[in-house]
């Protein structure tokens, strides 16, 4: 019985550090967007600031709260975490070294070829391009989980 109770207690620590992490994530690339932004306004790189403002709009209008598009933000979020496993996976194989860069970059590619959503990668996009909305929120939480 103590031992349960001792396994209950890591879980809910674990799961308090999973959140906090979480957080201090989407928080510190929060800052690292609108850093970036900073940066590229005061030197004037209008083309790079128009690219990652079509890129945020575009992820903007593909959002709705309807329930067909968060199936579908839910799914490709699900399937980039498999091939960033995958990735992080092939990359702890005590392989040969070219060959656990290649399945590296390949999963990588993969996923952002296919268009998945990453959940870091779009706060860094909308906070880049300074779009907040509440379907940004959503998306980010349905990406998040």
Do not use: P
Not at 27 to 44: E, K, P, Q, T
Not at 52 to 65: C, D, F, W, Y
Not at 102 to 119: M, S
Request: proline share 0%; charged share 10%; hydrophobic share 55%.
């Amino acid at each position: 019985m103590r031992y349960l109770k001792q396994k209950s207690e890591l879980e809910k620590s674990n799961f308090r550090y999973n959140v906090l992490t979480a957080i201090v994530y989407l928080i510190g690339i929060i800052i690292f967007g609108l850093l970036s932004r900073l940066i590229i306004d005061l030197c004037n790189f209008d083309l790079l600031i128009n690219t990652v403002n079509n890129l945020a709009t575009s992820r903007v209008i593909n959002l709705s709260t309807s329930s067909e598009l968060l199936i579908k933000t839910f799914s490709n979020s699900f399937f980039c975490g498999i091939f960033v496993f995958l990735a992080v996976y092939c990359w702890r194989q005590k392989w040969n070294y070219f060959i656990r860069l290649f399945f590296l970059i390949l999963n990588v590619a993969l996923f952002v070829l296919f268009g998945f959503e990453h959940c870091i990668a779009n706060v860094f996009y909308f906070s880049f391009s300074l779009s907040f909305d509440v379907n940004i929120l959503i998306n980010v939480l349905i990406a998040t989980i």
